[in-house]
């Protein structure tokens, strides 16, 4: 393939929408390109070309939630793939646009000849790169002028603002400027199990009864913002009806510090993806001390001997000593505690304590060292996958009415 006019159109100062009809007569394929955020961002097809999922994409200037499922089943998306879509006779090469070693965005390429696959990786990397390299300029030179709230919001998450001050130039006037103390919610879009799940329904649904959430879409999760209790229940509703993973962010006292909290969202999704979670909505707070413990996981070799034995021996003998020993810590020593938290009777746990103190010669902790003590039988159990019990079940009461969570 000669892709000399297309290099010559980008080296001449070609925008965007000139360089993508160029790849698309070279590609003989409709092109379609998204931002990080799904937005579409320019696009060629033939006067003839008709295709539902790419008109409405067109029309409603944004990627549907189906596709961004199905592109989540990809997540690192490495190399291209292909998808097929409802509605649509022909497939998709899906494939990121990468500059300076980041992804900023998505190439679509409709697969209207069922040739795409023919045309060699490096070929199509040398398009790829000269339409990322093209996008970027694009994007710097339209920063300062961004004017919706979805690209600002991206452009925070994605760590493009230097400093709090430019930042709040660019709220200036918008909705973001008035957010106090709202949730940042995070509906994981990759759920494969029921494929005929009803995308369009949820979207629908998210558009009338969430519309003051300001839902927009950010690598492959849908983002939204909570003010009360009432939309918080009704998010819980749709998690069950669309069976999809939500996590609750605990209350945002400064939008400039949304990717942090981003961050430790997507650290709870990870970790209710692995341990394959119930479709509900899930609270950060909930799982502070599991990950808070996440990070020390891999130091195990700070566990003292003692424990290390008694972790050995569990796994062994397929006893229960370290739990016994870490609700015994926890509760103060309570053997009543103990036993209500193991759904065991009280002379189960008299007994276990019994047999930890002769056979590993361990005494009851005393307050300078309870805290190590509760840490390496924390590590311990995590190694176990008996993580559960660091997971705090809380009701969406508590959540948006305790003020010890700092929530309104």
């Known amino acids: 393939m000669d892709i000399s006019k297309l290099i010559d159109a980008f080296l001449c100062g070609e925008d965007l929408d000139e360089l993508i009809k160029v790849s698309s007569t070279l590609l003989q394929c409709p092109l379609l ?61 899906v494939s990121t646009l990468q500059s300076e070693h ?31 390299k ?28 230097q400093n709090s001050t430019l930042f709040r130039m660019q709220i200036s006037n918008t909705w973001i400027e008035e957010m106090d103390d709202m949730h940042l919610a995070m509906i994981d879009l990759s759920n ?14 998210l558009e009338t009864e969430l519309a003051d959430t300001h839902p927009f879409l950010y690598q492959k999760n849908l983002l939204l913002f909570l003010h009360d209790k009432r939309q918080a229940e009704l998010l ?5 009806e669309f069976q999809v993973v939500i996590v609750v962010s605990n209350a945002i006292k400064d939008i400039y510090q949304l990717a942090e909290t981003y961050q430790q969202m997507n650290e ?3 970790l209710l993806k692995t341990k394959g979670f119930s479709a509900k909505v899930h609270y950060i707070e909930e799982y502070r001390l599991r990950m808070m413990l ?24 397929h006893t229960v000593y370290c739990k016994t020993l870490y609700y015994y810590e926890l509760k103060n020593h309570s053997v009543i505690e103990t036993a209500q938290e193991l759904y065991a009777h009280r002379n189960t746990i008299v007994y276990r304590l019994r047999k930890i103190k002769d056979m590993f010669n361990i005494e009851e ?23 559960d019990i660091f997971v705090d079940c809380l009701h969406t009461s508590e959540i948006f009415e305790n003020e010890s969570y700092g929530f309104n």
């Not at 961002?41 to 409603?60: L, M, R």
């Not at 819980?236 to 069950?240: G, P, V």
Request: hydrophobic share 35%; with cysteine.
């Open 33 to 93: 390109i998204l931002d990080d955020a799904f937005h579409v961002v320019a696009y060629y097809k033939p006067e003839d070309f008709h295709d539902v999922p790419f008109d409405a994409t067109i029309n409603s200037k944004k990627i549907s939630y189906e596709v961004v499922r199905n592109l989540n089943w990809q997540p690192k998306m490495e190399r291209p793939v292909f998808l097929t879509i409802e509605e649509s006779p022909w497939r998709r090469r």
């Open 268 to 270: 709870v999704m990870s």
């Open 134 to 161: 093209q996008f970027l300029t694009q994007i710097e030179n339209q920063f300062l002028s961004t004017n919706t709230e979805e690209e600002i919001l991206t452009h925070l998450l994605d760590g493009n603002y």
């Open 365 to 387: 902790a005393h307050e300078s060292e309870k805290f190590i003590r509760l840490i390496s039988l924390g590590l311990c159990l995590i190694r176990m996958n008996e993580d």
């Open 102 to 132: 980041k992804m900023i965005g998505y190439l679509f390429c409709i697969d209207v000849n069922g040739s795409l696959e023919t045309i060699s990786d490096d070929d199509m990397h040398k398009i790829e790169t000269i339409l990322a």
């Open 294 to 317: 996440d990070q020390l996981k891999d130091r195990f070799d700070l566990v003292p001997d003692v424990y290390k034995k008694i972790y050995e021996y569990d796994k062994e003998n």
């Open 236 to 240: 819980e509703k749709i998690a069950r």
């Open 192 to 205: 494969n199990a029921n494929l005929q799940m009803p995308y369009r329904s949820l979207e629908n649904k």
